[in-house]
């Protein structure tokens, strides 16, 4: 990103007279005060309420009481531990008895990243419930690719939420559990059943991708070469495409109220902010797509040839859609000045009032 800035003649600042603010976590009220017009931030205010897995897990569940589970059903069943252990216990017990099989949870911390502290119980005596967290059901019938699970990481970009302008990137990724996928389930190996890259990476069995031009080889594919794919066995993508955009608007439906008000609370533009959002998506055998998670932040590392393609074109298309470009307050007033001195009727003394 700072490359990509840097080839395009910005420079890095101290001062409060910058062009674009970019933050890797959720900015802090005071940054969102005294903006001007020209002024960006990668984030808005607020955005957590759908990139926290409990904040998103409690705003979903609002959505759901008031247009019905049937219109939001893309969330795996899922609790806010430990606030509500007593509703899940009971929900645990209930499929113990029939469905026994099925009854497989997954444990995620509600603030992390990357993998970090993720971990499957099918045994409610392996449950963590001291640390804020969220345990969701498993899906155990992932659609699989060469025998493994995988899941899509769309980046979607938010340049206004009023009115709500959503662009879905064209390309993105693919990425793959680094060893194949069993119903006989082993809870404990991460390497089947996750599928981010900071783990898998680290898996003797992990293929790297080398060359750009190679984008279905190994465990990170590019979408257009994932789609491609379904294609060739006869998947209805546009079917798919329509699914997948359900899932998108729906979620940022969830989150857009405490936008709306962060924004009208500090007096801002509504062309202040923008957002690049990294959904998590994973698709089951019947190809209904499952919301996983949605990033804030989503890693912008060029671990591969494939990566800096992507990812370098993601920004640039970003930069763009924001409306990012070098402005200079000071002599933007002036050129204003010039521009009025140079109207019919115009006097000097209006310059000094």
């Known amino acids: 990103m700072r490359s990509l800035l840097e080839a395009n003649n910005f420079t890095l600042t101290d001062s409060h007279e910058w062009n674009l603010c970019w933050s890797t976590s959720s900015c802090k009220s005071y940054m969102y005060e005294g903006l001007n017009e020209f002024q960006r931030i990668n984030h808005f205010p607020m955005s957590y309420e759908i990139t926290r897995k409990d904040r998103l897990c409690f705003n979903y569940v609002k959505m759901q009481e008031r247009f019905g589970r049937e219109e939001f059903d893309f969330v795996p069943e899922t609790y806010i531990l430990p606030n509500e252990f007593h509703d899940f216990h009971a929900h645990y017990q209930r499929l113990k008895q029939t469905e026994p099989k099925r009854n497989l949870w997954i444990v995620k911390p509600a603030n992390s990243s990357r993998g970090r502290g993720i971990y499957l119980i099918d045994d409610l005596n392996e ?17 699989l690719i060469n025998g493994h699970k995988f899941d899509l990481r769309i980046y979607v970009v938010v340049t206004s939420y009023e009115p709500l302008r959503v662009y879905v990137y064209k390309e993105g990724l693919a990425r793959f559990a680094s060893e194949s996928y069993s119903t006989k389930v082993n809870k404990n190996n991460r390497y089947m059943h996750l599928t981010n890259y900071s783990i898998n990476k680290k898996n003797e069995k992990f293929v790297k991708n080398e060359d750009k031009e190679q984008d279905d080889v190994g465990f990170k594919w590019s979408l257009t070469a994932f789609c491609n794919h379904l294609e060739q066995v006869g998947i209805d993508m546009d079917l798919l495409w329509s699914r997948i955009f359900d899932v998108i608007l729906k979620t ?9 008000q ?16 990294g959904f998590d998506i994973l698709l089951d055998s019947d190809l209904k797509p499952w919301l996983i ?16 393609v992507i990812k370098t074109n993601l920004l640039t298309d970003t930069f763009n859609l924001s409306g990012v470009r070098k402005f200079d307050r000071r002599r933007e007033s002036l050129n204003k000045l010039k521009y009025r001195a140079k109207m019919p009727g115009f006097h000097t003394n209006t310059v000094a009032t």
């Open 127 to 143: 449950l963590n419930v001291e640390e804020t967290s969220v345990i969701s059901r498993y899906v155990t019938n992932p659609l």
């Open 252 to 260: 940022l439906a969830c989150g857009d109220s405490y936008v709306l």
């Open 262 to 277: 962060a924004m009208k609370k500090n007096g801002m533009y509504r062309s202040n902010c923008f957002e690049v959002f």
């Open 293 to 308: 998670e949605v990033n804030l932040s989503p890693s912008l590392s060029p671990d591969s040839p494939l990566d800096m």
